[in-house]
């Protein structure tokens, strides 16, 4: 299941993608702005999309597209305003993109999607797209992956994509992707983005299906501080070019392809965690001995979103007693008598009694975890290199097992929030 | 319905009822560690408990006990040692401190409730509770209502209590109450506790109900940190000492009594959210024009409970964005359309469009409700007055309302939450 390795080039690693990345002018700051993902075929589309009821226009937009129908050229990024709490004029706006876009391609505006991230409330500098777009399609290249990273962040320390490549009847078939996000919702600003490209040749109805999945155990399974976003989007293309046979039902391939699209999820999701807004480490919580995987990741996703317990890993405090009290608040029953809680190497809790156990060490585990969380650069961009935090509780009530990823909470989390006073 | 004023006393206040607090060694520092309500004559009981699975061992005494029979003539609390996470050893000492208790008082151990706070994991100072409980017998007083609120607390910085009377069939009738809690967990430790004495003459099954209702309408609107304790409890005792006829049904009579036992829940609730862990101010959230009162407090509550809205409160930033996020993913389905914010005075957001304010005026009104908020000493211990910040918000969809209250998040939550490295 696992037989893949990794490739480099992001959403531009799977065949016939190109992709850019420019700085047209919307983020005050001059960073890069605005993102394309083209694929040179017809490709289906598959997206997850937020559930708030205060949705981006692009969201919406999106939505009623992939509605009518799956094929897609484009996916046209920019950061700066995220084009929600925007009324109708929004609307009209990302419309307005679109069309722009069609025009440059030469393609039916049907075929781009859209999404937006930054400023909730204001209205995109559409002078910008008008200038950028012609710029943008004119960079768009087959080496461009990264810089579309670079493009679509916000608030986020590193830009944040990866790639994948297993042999599929014998053909190497690629999927690649990238994301943006570091706070559910950013102080004053919008979003959980993500985008995969993929070259397998797979049915749409199949390859949302796949999609669901890959995006309940990974996106689904992060928080940084519990706050939904109005635009979180999960869009991923599959365009065909690796030439397999086509991928309809579930069926040994399938399962291939799938669990590589949740592993490129899998990435993307963790890493937004640990660029969480003040983060000083990543945090994985495995939760084993469910009734079911939900319920696993029902009690994964509490215990990574309490404040308490990511107060104490921030002070480095081995606190199973939080833990605990987490996991029993999730909405999932279970024995108390039965809990089990390790941190790294460290059995906390047995059989729902606390065990005597070298707190100091497990300080330190904690200590040294964070210490080797480093932030280098490479190339043009920041890059992370760490493990996380393990937390494992078992609940001793059955075979579900889930995971869930969440990050510190430090004095810069309330730093960055608080001290954005417009 | 409000024609009720407040009288001093607190748990004493009503007819019937004495209390006591001690130090009894079961806390490190020496403080008031023990104390006792007691009850003249029977009183009925009704109680709302945590609805956590990992629960203390009075928690599941006190559940146990109300199951089997309702009157009851003494409450036993301790502040040190939580009784949580301590296995079958914390049963059995749950159940030795009662059998204390009753040979003291001559009672049957059956007619006696129990609770708990402070650190989990801790087995109880049942030394300390063998030397203490004559004492604590012999100080219980007419007078002690506010002692023993003051031997409850842990982490808070003040003591909470409130007593209100009002004239039911020409006589005065009574409640009193109490509570302690500074975020849902503290460091380490559990609890929001909370006892409230009536004398009305009342039914068990009534005076469960309007409790239930009352506990909706005020500890399970308020949030700190969004994790719940393992030994949340509120107790409600009415023993008929005031000489009124039996209120058995809901009619005017029972209406009055309901509106000031969920005033004096209400008042518990908002002077615990105000002294959250590192709180500099109340917050408030009013929520109209939801399809019911369940939905309005439900997106009440998502929105005081966010940790970005928290923030931006403590960073005194009028960002209505976050509320209108906040209320977008609170599962309450409504037309962003009609979405209408006002923070104070300040209307921030109309027919879902963002209006033009005045953004340091509002930024004024933050600072101003957080520089009015102070803490007094008064008598033996600190006072707080002060007013909460407002955030109301409509939903343009309905006649249902509903308030939730909170506190801003500081850096002196996660710096009491991180630094308590045991």
Known sequence: MTDWQVVNGGVTAPRGYRAAGIAAGLKPSGAPDLALILSETDAIAAGVFTTSQVRAACVDYCRRRLNKRASTRAILCNAGQANAGTGKQGVQDAKETAQLLAQ?????????????????????????????????????????????????????????????????????????????????????????????????????????????????????????????????????????????????????????LEAMLTEVCQYLAKAIARDGEGATCLIEVQVSGAPNEQAACQVAKTIVGSSLVKSAIFGRDPNWGRIAAAAGRAGVPFEPERLQIRLGNFLLMDNGQPLPFDRQAASDYLKQVAAESSLEQEGQSMQRRDNPVIIAVDLGDGSGTGKAWGCDLSYDYVKINAEYTT
């Open 104 to 256: 440059e391609l030469l393609i039916d505006p049907q075929d781009i999607l859209l999404a937006s991230t930054g400023v909730i409330g204001q209205r995109m500098k559409m002078e910008a797209f008008r200038a950028g777009i012609p710029r943008l399609v004119t960079a768009a290249s087959q080496e461009g992956g990264d810089a579309a990273a670079q493009a679509i962040i916000t608030t986020d320390l590193v830009p944040k994509s990866i790639a994948l490549e297993t042999p599929i009847e014998g053909r190497p078939v690629r999927i690649g992707g990238m994301a943006k996000g570091s706070g559910m919702i950013h102080p004053n600003m919008a979003t959980l983005l993500a985008f995969v490209t993929c070259d397998a040749l797979v049915s749409t109805a199949l390859w949302q299906k796949m999609l669901n999945r890959a995006a309940q155990r990974s996106f689904n399974q992060i928080t940084v501080d519990g706050d939904t976003s109005t635009n979180d989007t999960l869009i991923a293309l599959a365009n065909g070019q690796s030439r397999t046979t086509a991928i309809t039902e579930m069926g040994p391939e399938a399962e291939k």
